[in-house]
Nanobody
Framework: VQLVESGGGSVQVGGSLRLSCTAS????????IGWFRQAPGKEREGISC????????YYADSVKDRFTISRDKAKNTVYLQMNSLKSEDTAVYYC????????????????????WGQGTQVTVSS
């Protein structure tokens, strides 16, 4: 299984980016997918996750109402649309797959995810 993130880059405060995560060796629609980020000196955190059917989504408070997670079955791709970016959104962003079922209590726990991409850098500057 290989996950590849793309779409990162440098953007000014208030700007937008759309991250993509594609997979080989695995059908995304069968699994829970999550987006995580890790800023320098900080722990990796789950920011948005989506259930296998797309019926359930989770957003961390820090990104709620600014980020949107979605999946495209035909392209076997999951997206993270990021709007109104802030400097504190600067981090390496990772997508990951959870081979288990949707956890209604804590759907975006790092330790629950089984496969990870290499990450893509997002830098937001003023």
């Amino acid at each position: 299984v290989q996950l590849v993130e793309s779409g990162g880059g440098s953007v000014q405060v208030g700007g937008s980016l759309r991250l993509s995560c594609t997979a080989s060796g695995l059908i995304f629609d069968d699994h829970v997918i999550g987006w995580f980020r890790q800023a320098p000196g900080k722990e990796r955190e789950g920011i948005s996750c989506i259930s296998s059917t797309g019926a359930y989504t989770y957003y961390a408070d820090s990104v709620k109402d600014r980020f949107t997670i979605s999946r495209d079955k035909a392209k076997n791709t999951v997206y993270l649309q990021m709007n109104s970016l802030k400097s504190e959104d600067t981090a390496v962003y990772y997508c990951a797959v959870d081979l288990g079922v949707w956890d209604f209590r804590r759907p975006c726990q790092v330790r629950a995810y089984d496969y990870w991409g290499q990450g893509t850098q997002v830098t937001v500057s003023s």
